[in-house]
């Protein structure tokens, strides 16, 4: 039976009213506790880790002219006399870092040359079809994982 | 603290459906009104203000949820038999359903089938009847149809009446079955 508009209205006021006679629903006595217990977590953060927007209104108002300033400095030194020293200064972690990335650069190409013509070796040897059933069963494999990510949210989540 | 919480926990579980979720979000409720608290404190709005954020946060986290489970909701929808026809009410409800069954028991069947709904239908069903948001309102805050919700709607009710006609007793279960 499909519903009438007449049907639809009482339909409505009907349940209109079971959901405005509903009485509030008791909070969990934990809830109050959670809160407290997060507020005390927060409170016992430093300042500066909270979001900007909850900094006191002082240290807002300081932190921009300082920050302005910081930068300020950093940009005169970097463009001043004292510029390449400090340029030196910064770079020499830099490039021992560098020497060092080389000499693991040249193992790695190594390695990679060594995998190389050991794969080339492997797939010389094995057939074309256990290649071809290699990646048709890595492919079986993605969709019965969707398949069964697919059934385990129907059953959890499904009704919500 | 103690005047509120209870109204935002019962925006929250109604919202979600889900007690453990509900008390998280009733938790970043109460958080944001402390962040707010110089505001807040002087308003004669703070219950508004709180069922405000109650339900945007609500909303938000079923957005998120949907949204990291998009795949396998729509893969449930299609094999829903979820169309957008009218529903249909294969038994007429009495006027007098409510009256026949205890008020605490009532009240446990419309909170139990309220949980019981498919979120889709929950969601705007408790917006317009408990958030008492227009139909336009509702379609506006969840990015859908306005034809979308008047149906999801509609068969919200017409599910909860179905489960009141069966908690209701035998003899307003038989005028339901006769009419």
Not at chain 1, 75 to 99: D, E, H, Y
Not at chain 1, 117 to 144: E, K, N, R
Request: charge should be positive.
């Amino acid at each position: 039976m499909t519903l009438s508009p007449q049907e639809q209205a009482r339909l409505e006021r009907l349940i209109g009213t079971a959901c405005r006679e509903l009485p509030l629903l008791e909070a969990p006595q934990s809830l109050a506790a959670r809160v407290t217990a997060q507020l005390q977590r927060r409170a016992a953060q430093p300042a500066w880790r909270a979001p900007f927007s909850q900094w006191s209104k002082g240290l807002r108002i300081t932190f921009l002219p300082v920050a302005l300033i910081v930068m300020g400095v950093t940009l005169s030194m970097s463009a001043g006399p004292g510029a390449q020293r400090l340029t030196t200064l910064a770079l020499a972690p830099l490039s021992r870092a560098l020497a060092r990335l080389e000499s693991t650069g040249a193992l790695i190409a190594l390695l990679a040359t060594l995998c190389r013509h050991l794969g080339i070796s492997l797939l010389q040897d094995i057939p074309t079809f256990w290649l071809y059933g290699c990646v048709a069963g890595l492919l079986a494999l993605y969709a019965l994982l969707a398949g069964i990510s697919a059934t385990a949210f129907r059953t959890l989540y499904g009704t919500r | 603290m103690s005047a509120y919480q209870d109204m935002v926990y019962s925006t929250t579980a109604r919202l979600l459906g889900d007690d453990a979720q509900a008390q998280d979000i009733a938790q970043d409720v109460f958080l944001k009104a402390f962040e707010h608290f110089e505001q807040l404190r002087a308003s004669a709005t703070i219950g508004g203000w709180l069922k405000t954020v109650a339900t945007n946060l609500s909303l938000n986290h079923l957005t998120r949820h949907r949204r990291r489970w998009r795949l396998f909701s729509d893969l449930q929808r299609s094999g829903d038999a979820d169309s957008d026809d009218e529903p249909e009410l294969d038994f007429a409800v009495p006027d007098t359903v409510l009256d026949g069954i205890a008020a605490e028991e009532r009240h446990r069947t419309v909170e139990n089938a309220l949980r019981r709904l498919p979120e889709h239908q929950r969601v705007p069903l408790v917006l317009y009847h408990f958030e008492e948001l227009s139909y336009q309102d509702i379609a506006q805050r969840l990015h859908v149809s306005l034809a979308k919700v008047k149906t999801d709607i509609l068969r919200g009710r017409v599910s909860l009446a179905r489960m009141l006609v069966r908690a209701a007793p035998s003899d307003t279960r038989s005028e339901a079955a006769q009419s």
